[in-house]
């Protein structure tokens, strides 16, 4: 069965970095675009990046643009988000997403930007 299993997060200060991870197993990981969501306290999930199945093609969230950074391992099944010039906004759960017949979500990794 599709596994997805984020880790990486943690606390961190306003400017720091992270680097978030997600194994994925039960599919054919490099056939499918892979995302990245977050959800904020009382807030909808939003997408955050997007990874096209063999890499070459990106897409971000306005708010994230030019901070983080989305890419993947075929070899390895796994995708990750290199996130820089972290801020306060940037707290919420991090999901990591595939659609295969249907839509599998991950346990998700807290990522708290506090001082």
């Known amino acids: ?20 991870s997600c194994a994925a197993s039960g599919f054919t990981f490099s056939s499918y675009p ?10 909808e999930r939003e ?13 971000y969230a306005e708010s994230v643009k030019g901070r983080f950074t989305i890419s ?4 390895k099944n796994t995708i990750y988000l290199e996130m820089n010039s972290l801020k306060p906004e940037d707290t919420a759960v991090y999901y990591c997403n595939v659609n ?16």
């Open 72 to 75: 993947r391992d075929n070899a």
């Open 100 to 115: 295969r017949l249907r839509t599998y979500w991950g346990q998700g990794t807290q990522v708290t930007v506090s001082s």
């Open 47 to 59: 997408l955050v990046a997007r990874i096209t199945s063999a890499g070459g093609s990106t897409n």
């Open 34 to 43: 892979m995302s990245w969501y977050r959800q904020a306290p009382g807030k």
């Open 1 to 20: 069965q599709v596994q997805l299993v984020e880790s990486g997060g943690g606390l961190v200060q306003p400017g720091g970095s992270l680097r978030l």
